[in-house]
């Protein structure tokens, strides 16, 4: 069962417009959930976080928002820049769990448009 | 200042071969993991470490083997590989869960 969801495979945006990317959990125990970008031929990178006694987190152009009672989260980029063209994956954790494990979600190929 | 490296980065196998994936990671982190990725699955975990010596089951565990002898590598294995670990393998090491993983460049494996 997949217990963290990014329906949307990919997202076309046009530079300087928000692109938003979201994400679904079905896990009640998460109470962790980061986003990592990965660009071709390279692992990917941490990008932002949000622990589930916020609702809200910023850093620069980048902003998640989670909605724990309809178990989703959402990425915002504005503005949308071409060098943000990627791969975007959604993670989730319980912060009780041994090891620090992360569930990740199918990914989604964000595209911006010059 | 390397973070996580995986070596080989690319390799082919044939079906019935074996091999060992290695990575190794400088930033002192006591936990470690094995991913691979699939087209339209995204990551999912193998196995992982919580320490020196030791190593648990991930998500999808058949068919590889690990070991954490030292606490900078982490040791992935094929003993007898299919076609279905044709893949992309990542390792990711991190200190707790708030501060993200760091990922290894990957190793892009084909087995015939």
């Known amino acids: 069962d997949q217990q963290v969801k990014q329906n949307s495979p990919s997202l076309s945006v046009q530079e300087g417009r928000i692109s938003i990317l979201n994400c679904d959990y079905t896990n009640s125990m998460f109470d962790y959930f980061l986003w990592y970008k990965k660009y071709p031929a390279e692992g990917p990178t941490f990008l932002i976080s949000i622990s589930s006694i916020k609702d809200k987190n910023e850093d620069g152009r980048f902003t998640v928002f989670l909605n724990k009672s309809a178990k989703h989260l959402s990425l915002h980029i504005v503005p949308s820049q071409p060098g943000d063209s990627a791969v975007y994956f959604c993670?989730?954790?319980?912060?009780?769990?041994?090891?620090?494990?992360?569930?990740f979600g199918e990914g989604t190929q964000l595209t911006v448009n010059p | 200042n390397a973070g996580v490296t995986q070596t080989p980065k690319f390799r082919v196998l044939k079906t019935g071969q074996s091999m060992t994936l290695l990575c190794a990671q400088d930033m002192n982190h006591e936990y470690m993991y094995w991913y691979r990725q699939d087209p339209g699955m995204g990551l999912r975990l193998i196995h992982y470490s919580v320490g020196e010596g030791t190593t648990a089951k991930g998500e999808v565990p058949d068919g590889y083997n690990v070991s954490r002898l030292k606490k900078q590598n982490f040791l992935l294995g094929l003993e007898s590989a299919a076609p279905s670990q044709t893949s992309v393998y990542f390792c990711a090491s991190t200190r707790d869960t708030a501060g993200g993983y760091t990922f290894g460049s990957g190793t892009r494996l084909t087995v015939v």
């Open positions: 993670a989730a954790s319980s912060l009780e769990t041994s090891g620090s494990r992360l569930t």
